[in-house]
């Protein structure tokens, strides 16, 4: 699954909030999409889990936007 942001910067925090989380996820920047995030599919738990945590940090980047 790819996830495409606003730009490059808010790919690399949402990578770093992720990772923060516990959850790995691989950014994009070498192959020439530095605003996406590839992320391997799950479990179910493990999809709710980062479904969750994406929701978290996108409404945090909100906030203080």
Do not use: C, W
Not at 31 to 60: C, D, F, K, Y
């Amino acid at each position: 699954v790819m996830v495409v942001n606003e730009s490059a910067a808010a790919a690399q925090d949402m990578f770093h909030a992720l990772l923060k989380e516990g959850l790995i996820v691989r950014p994009l920047k070498a192959t020439g999409i530095p605003q996406a995030l590839r992320i391997s599919i799950g479990t179910r738990e493990e999809n709710t889990r980062l479904i969750a945590a994406i929701r978290n940090v996108r409404s945090h980047v909100l906030q203080h936007a």
